[in-house]
């Protein structure tokens, strides 16, 4: 288990080269990519969201595209189209950018509703569909979208069934003092993205991914991930709470963080460290709420507090 967990450090430790003191965001960006989920990162420009996807794809050696979603953009341009060609007789299919490994939808609330649904198939099913016939999606495949939470003017918001399609939402955030000033030391001569290497391959990632669905999770631990999710339901400030796939995200999450934190078994904390990535942007606040400037994380850490965190009990020695 050791030596499965050093791959999932390994690429931590490289992409940290690049994005400075955010260690805990970019472990959460690889707990989703050991549970096969999609990141949606919601923070102001210039803090490193497209760095953090580019260093991640070169970490693991895997095809990297990048989708500017804008107004304009049709769903075409992302899915692929078919063009007819003249000496065969036949239409060919021409991938669009979203047919790669990692994929980073750049601010993607920009886009028109109908554009942004093309990623649906994509993510859920991690197939797209041209003209009927149905193509695969490479993998590994993880599309991270960016959006800037400030700036609402010529946005489209993301409807409810794809805010849920994505495993963690995640923010960077701005550095501190001697942060910014080792990012500055840093990029004096060259970019440190340019001199970074692939630290995995793809049998490393499987058997990150197999481990992890191994991590024991004692019943307590399923019933608090329920009872946090069940709350999210009965909350008076929520008018629309966490679906099953929340339950099962949490279930997800937690056992990728264990296995990072060299255990193989669910600890509360596991659960409380990710519950707000994972639950809040799944939550629909009621509107009342929302005039009080009431969020999903506000609504989940009020729930961390209000649920009991249930005690341990040592595995193998149930009843005894």
Known sequence: MQNVRDAGLRVIDNVEKVIVGKRTTIEQAIVALICQGHVLIEDVPGVGKTMLAKSLS?????SFKRIQF???????????VSIYNQKSGDFEFRPGPVIAQIVLADEINRAT?????ALLECMEERQVTVDGITHTMPYPFMVLATQNPIEYE???PLPEAQLDRFLIRINLG?????????????QQLIHPIE????????????RLQAAAKGVYLDDLIKQYIVSLVSATRTHSNVYLGASPRGSLSLFRTSQARALLQDRDYVLPDDVKALAESVLAHRLIVAPAARMRE???RTVVNEILNAVPVPGARPRGRVGA
């Open 58 to 62: 070169k970490s693991i050696g895997c």
């Open 70 to 80: 804008t107004p304009d953009l049709l769903p075409s341009d992302v899915t692929g």
């Open 113 to 117: 509703p109908k554009t942004q649904s």
């Open 154 to 156: 010529g946005t489209f």
């Open 174 to 186: 701005y550095p501190d003092a001697h942060q910014e000033i080792t990012i500055m030391e840093r």
């Open 195 to 206: 001199q970074l290497g692939q630290v995995v391959d793809t049998n490393d990632l499987l």
């Open 294 to 296: 009431v969020t999903g």
